[in-house]
């Protein structure tokens, strides 16, 4: 590849206005990053030639499964120049850290893996600074690595949906945050009450719209203008249509991070239903789990009277 150039720009105020521009793929802006120097000797130096090279080192740590990376990953970031992570041996990353929930959404590896190593990386931890420096000088804050973490997933060919659904989720994860960031502290937590307003209509009128979708009175919800006594397809219709116009209307509350707040508003309007669904399945499992293990005879009985319960149901509706 020879000498690696980039345009020159630098922080923020240099690629704001392209931000939202269509990122081209590029996949050799990821390249071998070498090693860190060690005991053993200097390490090895990036390779803009070679294409990365990403050997994990799996670690359980407290019950809870951890990857370290034995060479460092190297990326040429179109606005902050090479970055190499990880800056420190210490490092350990849950791979794409995505509740298992969603993992039928946003998988943990896959063609976004490289971008997400880095995310991870460029991520200050509890006891680390809350700022990377890439090796040009230039901070990399919070909010920087996730703009670096969504144009690197479309270098890495991750379809376009998933990869502003990810920088949706990380940029949440930001707002939430208690580590530094770029805005000031009465910005942040104008984001965090827009945020939280936003979860909540959305969920409140979501619970008042099933009410209404299935005729019901539940206590606290509201009639919904959308919804109506109307045959149950146009209730239903209306339903999908609200649960994109308001979370639109609501980002508007966003500001800056508009882009986000109808993302993760219609997301969340939208998949309300099934997430609460799969929480139920993974609640019960977990339980079941922790019923096994703990009580087999337990386990065994529920699973006898589960048995003979749906046998007895079964019987009595197919039989009359």
Do not use: C
Request: proline share 7%.
């Amino acid at each position: 590849m020879g000498t690696r150039e980039h345009d020159g720009r630098r922080g923020r105020g240099g690629h704001n206005a392209m931000a939202r521009m269509p990122v081209p793929r590029e996949p050799r802006r990821f390249y071998d990053g070498g090693t860190l120097a060690g005991d053993d000797g200097p390490g090895e130096p990036p390779d803009p030639g070679t294409d990365p090279r990403i050997v994990l080192e799996r670690h359980a740590e407290e019950g809870v499964e951890l990857f370290e990376l034995e060479r460092r990953l190297a990326y040429l970031d179109r606005h902050v120049g090479e970055l190499l992570v990880p800056a420190s041996p210490d490092f350990r990353t849950d791979l794409t850290s995505v509740p298992a929930l969603f993992t039928w959404l946003v998988p943990k590896t896959g063609a976004h893996l490289p971008a997400a190593l880095l995310h991870d990386a460029l991520v200050a931890g509890p006891d680390d600074p809350s700022s990377y420096v890439s090796t040009d000088g230039v901070e990399v804050d919070r909010v920087e690595a996730d703009r670096i973490f969504r144009d690197a997933m479309a270098d890495t060919g991750t379809g376009v949906i998933r990869r502003w659904i990810v920088w949706t989720a990380v940029t949440v994860a930001t707002i939430f945050v208690g580590r530094p960031v770029p805005w000031s502290r009465a910005r942040q937590w104008t984001y965090r009450v827009v945020a939280g307003l936003t979860i909540a209509t959305i969920v409140y009128l979501g619970y008042s719209s099933t009410s209404d979708l299935f005729d019901r009175s539940w206590w606290g919800a509201v009639d919904v203008p959308w919804m109506g006594e109307r045959p149950f397809v146009v209730e239903l219709a209306g339903g999908l249509a609200g649960a994109i116009v308001v979370p639109l209307a609501l980002s508007l509350l966003w500001g800056r991070l508009r882009m986000a707040g109808a993302i993760a508003g219609v997301m969340l309007a939208v998949l309300l239903h099934v997430t609460v669904g799969l929480a139920v399945i993974a609640a019960t499992y977990v339980a079941l789990e922790r019923l096994a293990r703990r009580s087999p005879p337990a386990a065994w009985t529920l699973a006898a009277v589960v048995v003979v319960a749906s046998l007895v149901v079964f019987g009595a509706v197919s039989l009359g």
